[in-house]
């Protein structure tokens, strides 16, 4: 099996100036950052003093910018725009990377059937989340093959009805939200023919700046004067469960500044507010830990697992179950912040999942 791997790359240039490789740069601003020491940076990334300085000299002439602020006893520090730099690769790779792990997803199926004929794969269409990660991740180890696609939960469950994948990744809210979110996924879900696999339960809530210097406190902060809202796309999970909290409440999208914007995954939402382009946004708690930032919990989900009756039979599904009911999956969960693996890998019936659908 082969393993395709896609990163994001960029690069920096001013007027005709040879264009500045961002990658070694960012990778020594981060050493810097983590060591408070050039040298130790320079140790750390494997090039010499002499090297690092001169790196760090090309850039600086480059931006017209200092990059870094030493002194004699206090080390290295980092200046806003090595920041700044350092955030916006974050962003990139938290806004790109679901895209570029399917692409390598698709070429890796594609070169296993060229050179291979058409080996045996499961194929996973799933909302983007950590335990998803987790457990491609142990696929990857264990030399599963898996054809992945990430797409919103909606999608996910309709391309399983159509038997376009063998696995749908979606999520639902626990309490008063449930069944309107399960009546989105119903038409494309048959008790008769469908169960599913429970992964995880996670927190979603406000995602926002370290300090919470807006002193938001819930959705009615949202629409306050000066308040910047960074939003989920339209037809995503979260989005749509959004939507369900603000109806409730009886608060207008309209009055949220920002409530059109686009982001496509947790990160990339966690990612603009660290940046300081947003004040607040909504999303998983294991997103906001990650970029340093303040989480005020809301809800309590549960993400699914939808396959049909007849895939639970097949010995490479079977393998993923064990996976997935194994005990070192569980703990991977567990230590996901904000998540509860308890019942990771647990199989249900629709109707003992839903209420709604009894």
């Known amino acids: 099996m082969y393993k395709v791997k896609i990163k994001p790359h960029w690069e920096i240039s001013r007027d005709t100036e040879q264009p500045l490789d961002t990658a070694v740069l960012l990778t020594l601003l981060t050493a810097v950052q983590e060591t408070g020491s050039i040298a130790n940076a320079a140790k750390q990334t494997g090039s010499s003093y002499r090297h690092a300085w001169g790196l760090l000299r090309d850039a600086e002439r480059m931006f017209g910018h200092p990059l870094i602020e030493t002194g004699r006893g206090r080390g290295s520090r980092l200046l806003p725009l090595a920041e700044k730099l350092i955030w916006a690769d974050r962003r990139i790779a938290a806004r790109l990377s679901p895209t570029l792990e399917t692409l390598a997803s698709e070429l890796e199926g594609e070169l296993s059937k060229t050179v291979s004929g058409q080996p045996q794969v499961i194929r996973l269409n799933a909302s983007h989340g950590f335990a998803v990660a987790a457990l491609l991740n142990q696929l990857n180890e264990r030399h599963l093959p898996v054809d992945l696609r990430y797409r919103n939960s909606a999608d996910a469950v309709a391309a399983l009805a159509r038997q376009e994948c063998d696995l749908a990744g979606f999520h ?183 209420g709604s659908l009894q």
Request: negative net charge; aromatic residues 8%.
């Open 172 to 354: 639902v809210p626990l309490g008063e939200f449930e069944d309107a979110s399960v009546a989105s996924y119903s038409r494309w879900l048959d008790k008769n023919k469908h169960c599913l696999i429970h992964l995880a339960v996670r927190n979603q809530g406000l995602m926002v700046a370290p300090g919470n210097p807006k002193n938001i406190a819930g959705l009615a902060d949202l629409s306050r004067a000066g308040v910047l809202f960074v939003n989920r796309q339209p037809g995503s999970g979260t989005r749509m469960l959004l939507e369900l909290m603000l109806s409730r409440q009886a608060l207008s999208p309209n009055a949220i500044e920002g409530f059109e914007s686009a982001e496509f995954t947790h990160s990339a939402i966690a990612a603009f507010i660290a940046s300081g382009m947003a004040d607040v946004g909504f999303g998983v708690q294991t997103a906001a830990h990650r970029f340093g930032l303040d989480f005020i919990p809301l809800v309590r989900e549960r993400y699914f697992f939808a396959l049909s009756n007849a895939a639970m039979k097949d010995p490479l599904m079977q393998q993923v179950i064990a996976i997935l009911q194994s005990a070192s999956f569980r703990d991977i969960v567990n230590q996901l912040n904000g998540y509860d693996g308890s019942a990771t890998g647990e199989i249900l019936s629709l109707s003992e999942a839903f």
